[in-house]
């Protein structure tokens, strides 16, 4: 009942509110990773790390490392698993208990956290406590096994490229958690479009009247370390030919991928809208899919550790790959090629949160449905996100396709049109992973934040980088890591 409770909590549209204390937690059957750390970890996500849960490489940062934590904690209770990052030994059988399990889960949760969100550290002390463990005492076997699990992680991942600490790079950048320290600089600026085939920052708000210019988030995403190859170099996306102005037709194709962004904007449905809200949320996509899979499947504790790891694998290391490949093109934007192609002309398209359909749209006045990312567009990494996520789902499970995933969304549920959208209740509904990668990566284009091209690209990159993520974990669950 417990774990039904939370699911239906997880799969509300929006960020889930956890108001009513859950049953107490029962060691001996419970599922402490969704029963007790994730309805901790994501209002801290939401909080601290991105507000919508769109910002994917800092996101899909947390969820990577604390499933690795969960994945090591629990080898020795696996017949032959080995661990990621440590080789804590293999329990006697009698000790594979879901017991033994869930305590080594929580204790290497917790250094993980501290490690990744320590202004959260309280929480994170209030949440072992409120199960019965205390964080600084770990007396049992297991609650050793998992805080040496998860301090293994943090010795390994808190400089592994990502600048986590600040301290990536000398000090020859601003020394900030997470600051770009690899020296990016875009060719435009927010005020001048001095190349239309290439990636523009744009000026955001939050609509309280203060202005921000965009900067690639986290560049060194690229030279993070992946798990499941050595080099995102091995990957390699074809040119965006149509970006990129070149060559007699090159105007012409240029100003057909614009045409067809226009065309969807101007022709949206509720639908559309609103999955392109919920593909836009790392964890109401990404992750509450994976929820509902564990329960459609009626994955075991240890089942569903293995696969929560295996999908945050896969994301993770595609997000490698695909910053890898935006770094290189520095591709222009829907919100920038619009005005250029256009150049002060009216367009047909969405006029703005309740207007509609616009006929008369100044084209520099056009706006994406979605709001626009901090980074360039060539490939999408949202496609190739859940790509990913599905191929190595589609492997999970034996090569079956069945999602069966629907997700209800009230009248005016929207974040974008509140109170506006869907104009009923809907639901939206996935009978298959390849439902689910199609339409993510085509929500990008109902959102208005992508050409099709670079969703094409995504969805390529994610499948095979969904294989290599499945391979990689089955080898430790095997035993046989390369």
Known sequence: MLLLFCVMACLAPGPPAWSDPPPPFDFDTGYSPIEVIIPNVIPA??????????????VLRVTALITNAWFDAIAPYHPTAVGVYS?????????????????????????VLVSLLPQHEPEWRAMLLSVGLDPDNPAATAAGIGKAAGEAVVANRERDGMNQLGDEGGRKY??????DYLGYKPVNTAYELRDPSRWQPGIVTRGN?????????TPQMRVTLPYSYDTPNRFSTPAPVKSRLRGAGGMRLYREQVDEVLAVSAALTDEQKMA????????LS??????????????????????????????????????????KHDAVRPFSAIPYAYRNRNVTAWGGPGVGTVTDLPSQEWRSFMPTADHPE????????????????????????VLDWTVPFP????????????????????????????????????GGVHFMDAITAGWDLGREIGGLAHDFVQAHIAGHPG
Do not use: M
Not at 45 to 58: C, E, G, R
Not at 290 to 315: I, K, R, S
Not at 378 to 401: I, L, Q
Not at 425 to 434: F, G, N, P, V
């Open 174 to 179: 601003n020394p900030q958690p997470y600051a």
């Open 276 to 283: 392109a809200q919920l593909f836009d949320d790392k964890l």
């Open 378 to 401: 060539y490939p999408s990494g949202s496609a190739a996100f859940c790509a990913a996520h599905a191929e190595a789902s589609r492997r999970f499970f034996s090569g079956s396709d």
């Open 411 to 446: 009248q005016g549920s929207s974040r974008i049109e509140p109170g506006a959208t869907p104009q009923s209740d809907i639901a939206l509904q996935w009978e298959t992973w390849t439902d689910f990668e199609t339409d993510c990566g085509l929500s990008r284009l109902w």
């Open 286 to 327: 990404l992750g509450f899919s994976t929820l509902h899979a564990t329960f459609f499947n009626g994955l075991t504790l240890e089942e569903f550790v293995q696969y929560d790891f295996l999908v945050n694998v896969a994301a993770f290391d595609a997000a490698i790959a695909v910053w890898n490949e935006k770094y």
């Open 209 to 217: 009247g203060i202005f921000q210019v965009q900067q690639f988030v």
């Open 87 to 111: 080789d804590l030994g293999r329990q006697p059988a009698a000790e594979h208990t879901q017991a033994n399990q869930n305590v080594a889960i929580l204790h290497a949760s917790y250094p």
């Open 45 to 58: 996500i939401y909080q601290s790390v991105s507000a919508n849960a769109s910002d994917a490489t800092l």
